[in-house]
């Protein structure tokens, strides 16, 4: 044992020793002390990240499962949005499953799932006016759009984790009723107020009615004032302010007190040395274009109008006349005859009149040489419109945007000699008289492409002026007969004469103010003229505003007409068993379209979208379906067959239902037919009224029949349940003549019987009573009846008074407003579109009568009724329909009390294609509430699952403004 210690101690002496030591023998204690450390380090470093990544590995699981549940609350969101737009009310919510279907829990409401709280919060999408999105609030709120944001909490070792995900969702895979047109609108129900095609956007608006169809100067009295002015100078130029007229005459000027009109008085009179071709006064001063060579311009202080004094003068070239000026803020632009001077001969003026007493020119530069005469002016914007005597361009439009360097921007050359008198602007369009007689209506919307609309022959003399006011324009003229031109101008595409007049001498200048027309006339005895409108009762004096001649010796029986394809068409049954179609866009010149021969007798007809339903003595064909989608191709397309030897006789529509009435031998005389394909016309149910069926009309639920039977002439049936026909009612009318034809309209039935001589106004409110509320005794046969409103239009055969015009305002007292007389014809029947009435008569020259009432007002422009109402045609969506959003397209103009347009809408369910039952009005918090925003509307959940709607439109007007609807959405699901 010694021995081998010694022996190890030995060996541990050397370094090289020691290695050998350690390969062959193991560590050092040092060594192994050290290797012992540096392994736990190691192992706790393994432990430590081992431990951290598991936590890791929890916590990342954690944050995917946040993620999914925000994302499946975003996909959540989608799923009820693309349903149920307008349950999306909330600003915070939280979800649920119900059924496989996702719900919200309601405002302010949140959702659990295990260690997870769900938010789900909404923000409105605002817009600019170039309709992109930007931060709210914006221009306006885009309520087809909501931003969703889905919020996920939890708890991580005592600190509240998030993840959200947003999103933005729409309405674009909606679908959209949309009306926007004049037949879209022509099928509800107006209630002073109207439909056209020049209102609004152009394509069919829906506004307050005239104070009657159309205003004024029908008529003007046989009374006049012709005031004699000293000197035999005709007048020349007329302004009219504030009761004081200015009146340019052959060199010279004069004011005159016209506040009472029958007793004019001249307040001073001053000699301006030449003629005064235009008149403008502003601000207290008079500025006169003049022949004068040195003063083409004349400024004339008015301040006090019975001691004139000439502030100033403006000498544009001593070789021109001043023709027209105009003025517009501080400045004045003059026109002149053509200037001959050589070099630059300018012949419009801008002029700086900020100093009335010192009037130059606007800049060096203001000035355009056009080389010929301006005969008008009117200035549009940056833009004036120039009428000239230039063969090549009659109109010419110049860029004064830049007074230094005005620009030719363009000209219009009219056919002929037809040089331009005179200008009037009203919006988009001017007005110009010509000196060939004819008066043009241009569209100036864009001023670097002018056109002319229409073009309306007046006379074969000279046009003076044309000055419109309102729906009219009052035009002097050189006409041997009629110096005076009443132009209706409401329709720029189809102006039409009001009235004329004679002055006795040429009318150089017409002006309208107050309620009376001023002339400025060569009459030496009556230089000023003053002329007023009759202000008698509505249709007391009427207007033929033109006739239809059918070819062949014919009655005209029925006449229906409405807008198609933004042309005026009437519809025309006549006694040779044929329809005709016309283009009425024009009264005067009515062009036939089309004709259809059914082959048999047309009792009655009624159109609806592209087809038009005839009711034909064909025993083959009682219905027959004509397509009219082309007016001047229209084809059959079905029909439809009724049991036994039957006559069709009457018919009538509700959405895809047609009421078809015959005279029958057999035991049905009334058809129901589904016609949602018209060339497959299928039997719904049909019922036994007992007698021949003459008339029909409805209001959905209840069918009124004019009827054969002496005991019950009107018989009223309960049509909600089209599988189950009752009747409900009838009244039984004195004397034993057949109903001829009725008439339905808000609670009231007006019959006719033929020879009975009366129209019956039937009070049906309670459709199991009905009861009389009067007669009217028209002195003769009626054969039909047609009511707008609180008029009631009679067709009879009573001599000179074929037409009657009845005022059933109080239905216990109608009363005669109007009468026309077609000439010794019996008239059949009526329709009233659009201000004229189209009267079907037994002349068989002129089949056709269409009249417009005369003398409504004495205003000259347009009035219009304080309120109205519109109520559209019902509309079938879908079964299980969920209503989204409300909005409108509307004009709302600057009025003394507020001019506004409110929105209500309804729902029905459906019954054997029709509606049922119909809500109350909703509007935006509820029953009998409103909606007035017309940007849009989240509409209640309260309506959904009822597939048909309706809405009901009300305006308010101050009597010379309206308010206009262009255009009604409704988005659903």
């Given amino acids: 044992m010694k021995k081998e210690l010694s022996i190890i101690k030995k060996k541990c002496k050397s370094g090289d020793d020691e290695i050998q030591v350690r390969n062959n023998s193991g560590f050092s204690i040092v060594e192994v002390i050290v290797g012992i450390s540096v392994f736990a380090m190691i192992s706790l470093s393994l432990i430590s990240a081992f431990i951290f990544g598991q936590d890791s590995i929890i916590y990342s699981g954690k944050r995917a499962r946040a993620t999914f549940l925000a994302q499946e609350g975003i996909n959540a969101v989608k799923s009820i949005s693309g349903k149920y737009w307008n349950v999306l009310d909330f600003d915070q919510t939280g979800l649920e499953a119900n059924s496989n279907q996702w719900t919200f829990l309601g405002e302010g409401t949140t959702e659990t799932i295990g260690d997870y709280q769900r938010i789900v919060s909404f923000q409105e999408v605002c817009r600019d006016t170039t309709d992109l999105i930007v931060d709210c609030p914006g221009d306006y709120v885009d309520l087809h759009m909501k931003k969703v944001t889905v919020s996920i909490t939890w708890q991580e070792r005592g600190i509240e984790q ?29 209630s002073d107020t109207v439909v056209s095609s020049y209102t609004g956007d152009g394509n069919g608006a829906v506004s307050l009615a005239s104070t009657g169809f159309l205003p004024g100067w029908e008529c003007i009295i046989p009374t006049y004032t012709s005031y004699d002015l000293p000197t035999n100078n005709d007048s020349f130029a007329l302004e009219i302010l504030s009761g004081i007229a200015y009146i340019g005459q052959e060199g010279l000027f004069r004011t005159v007190d016209v506040s009472n009109i029958s007793a004019p008085v001249i307040l001073d009179t001053i000699d301006v040395g030449d003629r005064i071709n235009n008149i403008v006064v502003s601000n207290g001063y008079a500025y006169l274009a003049s022949d004068a060579n040195s003063s083409e311009l004349i400024v004339v202080n008015v301040n006090n109008p019975s001691n004139l004094s000439i502030a100033s003068m403006y000498d544009a070239d001593s070789q021109v006349d001043g023709l027209d000026v105009i003025v517009s803020g501080n400045r004045a632009y003059l026109g002149t005859s053509i200037n001959t001077s050589g070099g630059v001969s300018p012949e419009f003026y801008i002029l700086d009149i900020t100093n009335p007493n010192s009037v130059t020119l606007a800049n060096p530069n203001s000035y355009f040489d056009m080389n010929g005469s301006w005969s008008a002016i009117a200035l549009v914007g940056d833009y004036v419109l120039v009428g000239s005597d230039i063969s090549s361009s009659e109109l010419m439009v110049l860029d004064i945007s830049d007074e230094s360097n005005i620009i030719l921007a363009g000209t219009l050359d009219l056919p002929g000699n037809q040089n331009v008198t005179d200008l009037s602007v009203k919006g988009n369009i001017a007005y110009a008289s010509l000196l060939s007689g004819n008066l043009l209506s241009i569209n100036v919307s864009d001023l670097n492409n002018i056109s002319v609309i229409q073009t309306l022959s007046l006379s074969g003399a000279s046009l003076n002026n044309v ?76 207007n033929t505003v033109g006739t239809i001649d059918i070819s062949g010796n014919l009655d005209a029986q029925k006449v229906y007409v409405r807008n198609f394809g933004g042309v005026d068409v009437a519809y025309i049954a006549a006694s040779d068993n044929q329809m005709y179609l016309y283009n009425v866009t024009n009264p005067a010149s009515p062009v036939l379209l089309d004709t259809f021969n059914p082959g048999a007798t047309i009792y009655d007809f009624v159109i609806s979208e592209n087809y038009m339903y005839l009711a034909t003595a064909s025993n083959t064909k009682e219905l027959i379906v004509v397509d009219v989608s082309d007016s001047s191709n229209i084809s059959e397309v079905g029909s439809y067959d009724s049991a036994g030897n039957t006559d069709g006789s009457a018919v009538w529509i509700n959405g895809i239902n047609l009421f078809l009435g015959t005279k029958s031998s057999s035991s049905t005389e009334l058809y129901v037919l589904n016609i949602s394909d018209p060339a497959s016309v299928l039997l719904v149910s049909g019922f036994e009224v007992g007698s021949d069926i003459n008339s029909i009309d409805g209001d959905g639920n209840y069918l009124y029949l004019g009827t054969s039977n002496n005991s019950k002439e009107l018989t009223i049936l309960n049509v909600q349940n089209l599988l189950s026909i009752s009747e409900v009612g009838s009244l039984d009318i004195a004397s034993n003549n057949d109903t001829v034809d009725i008439d339905f309209d808000f609670g009231y039935v007006y019959l006719v019987n033929g020879n009975g001589n009366v129209m019956s106004i039937i009070n049906v409110n309670n459709p199991s009573a009905p009861n009389l509320s009067s007669t009217y005794s028209a002195g003769g046969s009626t054969y039909g009846v047609f009511v707008a409103g609180d008029e009631v239009h009679l067709s009879t055969a009573v001599a000179a008074r074929q037409h009657q015009i009845i005022d059933v305002s109080n239905k216990s007292i109608p009363v005669l407003l109007g009468e026309y007389s077609t000439e010794g014809n019996t008239s059949f029947g009526s329709y009233l579109y659009n201000g004229t009435v189209y009267i079907a008569n037994a002349n068989n020259a002129r089949e056709i009568y269409m009249i417009q009432q005369k003398n409504v007002s004495s205003s000259g422009g347009s009035g219009y009724v304080l309120s109205g109402s519109y109520i559209s045609s019902p509309f079938y969506t879908i079964d299980g329909v969920s209503y989204q959003i409300l909005e409108w397209d509307e004009a709302i103009p600057v009025c003394s009390t507020p001019c506004t347009i409110q929105v209500q809408i309804r729902v029905a369910d459906d019954v054997a294609g029709s509606p049922g039952t119909w809500s109350s009005w909703y509007g935006v918090t509820g029953v009998d509430t409103y909606f007035d925003l017309s940007s849009g509307n989240l509409l209640s959940v309260d309506l959904n699952n009822y597939p048909w709607v309706q809405y009901q439109v009300s305006f308010s007007g101050d009597g010379i403004e309206t308010p206009v609807l262009s255009e009604m959405r409704i988005s659903y699901y």
């Fill in 467 to 542: 000055y419109v006011t309102g729906e009219l324009a009052f035009i002097g003229s050189n006409d041997g007969t009629s110096q005076l031109f009443i132009i209706d101008v409401s329709n720029p595409y189809g102006m039409s004469i009001r009235n004329t007049f004679s002055a006795g001498s040429v009318v150089h200048y017409a002006h309208f103010f107050g309620s009376n027309v001023f002339l400025a006339t060569g009459n030496n005895a009556g230089e000023l003229m003053i002329l007023s409108a009759t202000t008698s009762s509505s249709w007391t004096c009427v």
């Fill in 162 to 190: 998030l993840v959200e995900r947003s999103a933005l969702i729409s309405t674009w895979d909606s679908s959209e009723w949309k009306e926007d047109t004049v037949d879209d609108f022509s099928d509800g129900i107006f």
